[in-house]
């Protein structure tokens, strides 16, 4: 057949058939600009200050508030199967230990830096990320420290939460990750760091787009981190504030943040994408957060989904809108599913 006889008989433009660029399972991995690896997932960690402690908690599936003494049982088999990095979240549940400022968060003797240097010493290749914040410690529940009218005393708390993520980094702590959301943290951090000589070796997370939603409920559950009083509107941005979220993540960069997270994920993949053009020489982190990882579980319990596929094109959504590290519950679960044919 001469080429123009069979150009005439085909009517279809060469540009309309895609199909041939993902009709292999190898083809449509090549489609993804950023695959999904096990060095990009961070697993959260509860510690509590009951040593033997390995509690379920109802509201987040498959989520233990675990106890120092019981925490190389449990990491043993996740770094075995490639787990790099975990954020580990102190959960003082001793009556009397929580108090206006907060003192509890870096006792020596606390859940989180003791669980440091457990684990240090224990798995001395997983990185440590510490969130640096006050409400599970304060007796009030908020963020930072308060003035008498219940509002945040912004120079207070950022003193005060810089002397806890500069103690965390002494303990051992690779990187701190303040999620308090109150203005000009990340200046007084870094200040600290380099004033104690730390600031070499210690990475600044930024929360700095941290939006007050619904979806934080399981991990307050969690944490023991509820307000006893209002919400935190006040300081987590609104979750219509694209702008305002623009402008944190612009401030955070400008105070030395050195990676950014995003959070919640999966409503805010527009900021991600922000965040991603904004902070274009930072690594960019989605938090799926509690109240989401809760959702698909529930959804999939109901069998509206299936927990695998979902969790797949979730945390690609992610990459996609241009995330390079996840904080995710579901990292165990990732740990399987990437050994497996997908
Ligand atoms: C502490 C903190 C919270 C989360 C991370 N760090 C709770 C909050 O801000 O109320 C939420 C994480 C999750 O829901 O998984 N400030
Ligand atoms: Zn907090």
């Known amino acids: 057949m001469h080429t123009a006889e069979f150009l005439e008989t085909e009517p279809t433009e060469i540009s309309s ?92 003797a606390g859940p989180v830096i003791q669980g440091i240097k457990f684990i240090r010493e224990s798995f001395p290749e997983l990185y440590i990320i510490c969130d640096v914040c006050l409400c ?106 694209r702008g305002l979220a623009r402008r944190a993540l612009e401030r955070d960069m400008s105070e030395g943040a050195d990676g950014i997270i995003v959070k919640p994920s999966t409503f805010y993949l527009d900021i991600m994408r922000d965040a991603s053009e904004i902070c274009k020489d930072l690594p960019i982190c989605a938090y799926h957060v509690s109240g989401e990882y809760a959702m698909l579980h529930a959804a999939a319990e109901k069998g509206v989904v299936d927990l695998k596929t979902i969790a797949f094109e979730s945390h690609q959504g992610f990459l996609r809108a241009g995330a390079r590290l996840i904080i995710t519950y579901l990292a165990p679960e990732f740990l399987d599913w990437l050994d497996e044919e997908n």
Not at 61 to 82: E, F, M, Q, S
Not at 179 to 185: A, C, L
Not at 206 to 231: E, I, T, V
């Open 136 to 241: 599970e410690y304060t007796s009030h529940g908020h963020c930072g420290v308060l003035y008498d009218d219940g509002t945040i005393n912004r120079e207070l708390s950022v003193s005060r939460l810089a002397a806890v993520a500069v103690n965390y980094a002494k303990a051992g702590a690779h990187c701190v990750a303040p999620s308090d959301m109150i203005d000009g943290r990340i200046r007084d951090i870094k200040r600290g760091l380099i004033n104690a000589n730390l600031a070499h070796k210690t990475f600044v997370l930024s929360y700095a787009a941290k939006f007050s939603g619904n979806l934080y409920g399981p991990f307050r559950d969690a944490a023991c981190s509820a307000p006893s009083d209002g919400d935190r509107k006040c300081y987590q941005l609104p979750p219509a504030g």
């Open 17 to 108: 058939v895609l199909a041939g660029g993902y009709n292999h399972p190898l083809l449509r991995q090549w489609q993804s600009e950023r695959q999904l690896t096990k060095n990009m997932l961070i697993f959260p960690l509860f510690i509590s200050d009951n040593p033997d402690d390995f509690t379920e908690i109802d509201s987040l599936p498959n989520i233990n508030r675990i106890g120092v003494h019981r925490l190389k049982d449990y990491l043993k088999p996740l770094v075995a199967k490639g787990l790099r990095s975990v954020i580990l979240f102190g959960v003082p549940l001793i009556p009397g230990t929580k108090d206006p400022v907060g003192t509890a968060a870096d006792d020596p």
